[in-house]
């Protein structure tokens, strides 16, 4: 396939949390294994490795203040999305990060967010809320609620668009897909984290997807960031690599693999403010 022309990024804001008090003593998902110890500093390396080359790009990125007894807050796209300034804050599943929800809300509001909803429902913010410019993708299945849906189209004004997640490996939809263009809504995706009705849908409203395969999805390869761009995902999905450069992408690959013993990668860290 002939390479396509490189694509323009855009600049983008950005939320992270510093790995501060990272660590793994519960198991909330398959990744987790209390067994196996965190290399802390090696944590906080290779997340400001990706803090900084955000920067370098010109990004924006604002740091949320991390707190002791909530040793996940590094993965901060789970505690909103944010839409067009709207704020939809979180709910968690679990309660071992249940209060994470509340310091993300109060950050948004006293950074000037002036609409900011606690929700009724579980949703884990970016974690199972994926936005193109047509649709707000949806998972749902292991952690967040299908009620979640309706309340995010309600406060959004978007139309949701649910997808069943069947693989607990893949807990969270931006384990299995990644939005690589807002603007002209393209994605990709692993097919084998959905229900078949899903994968229908996705095929459907997506036909020209990125698909990878299971390799690239074991490697969290499908948890990562665009900027229209420029693809932040993990070192290790190099399947992934060439796919991307022949649409125009230019993929780089990082390696946070003292955070994906939390069962995050580079998406799980960054949560962007629209």
């Known amino acids: 396939m002939r390479t396509a022309a490189p694509r323009a990024a855009s600049p983008r804001r950005y939320l992270m949390c510093p790995p501060t008090h990272f660590k793994v003593t519960y198991s909330i998902n398959p990744w987790m294994d209390p067994a196996k110890p965190v290399d802390l500093p090696l944590a906080l390396t290779q997340w400001e490795t990706l803090r900084d080359r955000y920067r370098a790009l010109g990004h924006t990125v604002e740091e949320l203040e991390p707190r002791p007894e909530l040793p996940d807050m590094v993965y901060a796209a789970n505690g909103a999305t944010v839409v067009d300034g709207r704020v939809l804050g979180a709910r968690f599943a679990h309660p071992q990060r249940a209060a ?8 948004f509001r006293s950074h000037g967010y002036a609409v900011v909803r606690e929700p009724e429902h579980i949703n884990e913010g970016e974690g199972d809320f994926a936005v193109t410019d047509s649709w707000l993708l949806a998972g749902r299945g292991f952690r967040s609620s299908p009620l979640s849906h309706p309340e995010a189209q309600e406060f959004f004004g978007r139309p949701v668009i649910g997808l069943d997640l069947i693989d607990p490996r893949y807990y969270h939809l931006d384990t299995a ?19 078949p009705g899903s994968r229908a849908v996705l095929e459907r409203l997506f036909p020209d997807a990125l698909v990878a395969d299971a390799e690239d999805a074991a490697a969290l390869g499908l948890n990562a960031v665009s900027d229209g761009r420029h693809v932040l995902l993990p070192q290790a999905a190099v399947g992934l690599f060439g796919p991307l450069r022949e649409r125009g992408f230019e993929p780089i690959g990082m390696d946070l693999g003292e955070l994906l013993k939390g069962g995050g990668s580079v998406k799980c860290c960054t949560q962007e403010l629209r």
Request: charged fraction near 20%; hydrophobic fraction near 50%.
């Open 177 to 195: 897909l990644c939005v690589l263009d807002a603007a002209t809504d393209e994605i990709m995706y692993y097919p084998g984290a959905f229900s």
């Open 100 to 107: 994470e929800a509340a310091v993300h809300v109060e950050w």
